[in-house]
């Protein structure tokens, strides 16, 4: 099998894995459920565990090999950890806020990193019927009820009206300053990895992440959003990278279909 035949194959695994996952949310979704809190006073419900069950499972048969660092399993040491050179990461659940409000906002995020840069991304949104998903090698799609759409940003010039994206439960501080330099903007408010998706399919401009996520928040999305041609870098046009420090907070980023 050539290589192109085998990053297929592991994409369209990683999607049935994800498909998977978001199938055994929305059992839960579709009921009454229990909310826990975690130390970190952030919700869990017996979707985030169910999810996290058959995605650990999935990948497990397919790359026996490969180590996984789940939201729902991250307490793995760093100095474990600081020597992966190719790992899965997952947030079985991204937006549980917004599953927990039943607005349909949230999504199942599995990511291919390696050497600190994802290679492959799945977002998987369940009560939407979408997924995205994209690899290096083949680009990046989005699949919903029409069929199997590909992604290609055309990056436009950063004058007029700029269509900004921004989370609807977690409000930045930081945001009204940094959109100042901006002519005018529309800003849509939006849960989840479903926001990086959106710059990567040209419905938004930019998702300025003035705020904090955890790697398993970011890592899907930013494979869907870079090989869909969007820009993705911290604030100081520094890459984003993965698995480089023994904490799991990502720094501020900018995600931009807007030209320099
Ligand atoms: N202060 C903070 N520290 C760490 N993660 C945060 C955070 N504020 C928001 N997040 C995380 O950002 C993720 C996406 O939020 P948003 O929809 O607002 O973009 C959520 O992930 P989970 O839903 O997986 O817990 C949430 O936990
Ligand atoms: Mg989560």
């Known amino acids: 099998m050539d290589k192109q035949m085998n990053q297929h194959h592991l994409l369209d695994q ?3 894995i994800a498909k998977a996952a978001g199938e055994a949310a929305m059992i839960i979704y579709q009921k009454d459920f229990n909310i826990e809190y975690k130390g970190d006073d952030s919700p869990v419900t017996d979707a985030d565990l169910a999810a996290h069950a058959v995605i650990v499972k999935g990948l497990k048969a397919l790359t ?3 180590p996984i660092l789940s939201e729902e399993s991250a307490d793995i040491s760093w100095e474990e950890r600081r020597t992966w050179e190719e790992y899965w990461l997952v947030d079985p659940i991204d937006g549980t806020k917004e599953f927990i409000k039943k607005n349909g906002e949230f999504t199942v995020n599995i990511a291919l990193i390696k050497q600190g840069k994802p290679v492959l991304g799945v977002v998987d949104a369940p009560a939407l019927n979408e997924t995205y998903f994209a690899e290096a090698s083949l680009g990046a799609f989005k699949q919903d009820s029409q069929g199997i759409h590909s992604l290609k940003v055309t990056k436009k010039a950063n004058k007029g009206l700029i269509r900004v994206v921004g989370s609807r439960s977690h409000p ?3 945001l009204a300053a940094y959109l100042e330099q901006f002519e005018a903007v529309d800003m ?10 959106l710059v990567a399919e040209g419905k938004a401009d930019i998702y300025p992440r003035l705020g904090l996520t955890s790697e398993w928040d970011t890592g899907a999305g ?3 959003a870079e090989i869909a041609g969007a820009s993705i870098t911290q604030i100081d046009g520094s890459p984003l ?8 907070l990502n720094p501020y980023f900018i995600v931009s279909a807007l030209l320099d």
């Open 14 to 16: 990683v999607v049935a």
């Open 222 to 224: 930013h494979a869907v």
């Open 241 to 248: 990278t993965y698995n480089q420090k023994a904490q799991y």
């Open 64 to 66: 026996p090999h490969l």
């Open 172 to 174: 930045s501080p930081d």
């Open 188 to 197: 849509v408010p939006k849960g989840s990895s479903l926001k990086l998706c």
